[in-house]
């Protein structure tokens, strides 16, 4: 399980952490190189960091750390806020740094409003053509309990 949180309120991490545990899952938290500020997180800012990237299509922002043993995971739950529709360049970053050819890859987000849209799609063909993607994902606000994650993840077979 890797996920990206930027916001100080930390609501992908929160559900991240239910979902981890509904699975039994390791959890990996993609940290930036360079952390977000509140004015790089700034959707009304046009240049801020975060619209900067996203408008750019081959932005990737460097991650902090890879996971370790990659090799030894065949699922990966890949997790984010939406931003722009879509997920933050940050994750094609995290997904480009990994052979994932064969692994499965179900990808879930939080969001203020919007759905999953293409996110999945568009990872999957910029990121990682090769892996086996569950989509289009989930949307999983409001950090819903356990059981209810296990019962998503039982549909997902």
Do not use: C
Not at 2 to 11: I, T
Not at 60 to 72: G, H, L, T
Not at 103 to 114: E, L, R, V
């Amino acid at each position: 399980m890797a996920y990206f949180s930027a916001s100080n309120e930390h609501v992908t991490a929160q559900v991240a952490k239910t979902l981890a545990e509904a699975t039994d899952a390791d959890l990996f938290e993609i940290v930036p190189e360079q952390i977000y500020t509140a004015e790089d997180l700034d959707w009304n800012n046009k240049k801020s960091r975060s619209t900067v990237e996203m408008h750019d299509s081959t932005a990737r922002p460097a991650v902090a750390s890879k996971v370790e043993n990659m090799d030894q995971y065949t699922t990966i739950y890949v997790g984010f806020p939406i931003w722009w529709y879509t997920a933050p360049r940050i994750i094609n970053t995290f997904l480009e740094q990994y052979d994932l050819k064969g692994k499965t890859i179900i990808p879930f987000a939080t969001s203020g409003g919007s759905g999953m849209g293409k996110s999945g799609e568009d990872l999957k063909k910029a990121s990682a053509p090769d892996a086996n993607w569950i989509l289009p994902g989930e949307v999983l606000n409001g950090n819903p309990p356990v059981d209810s994650l296990k019962a998503w993840v039982a549909t997902l077979k």
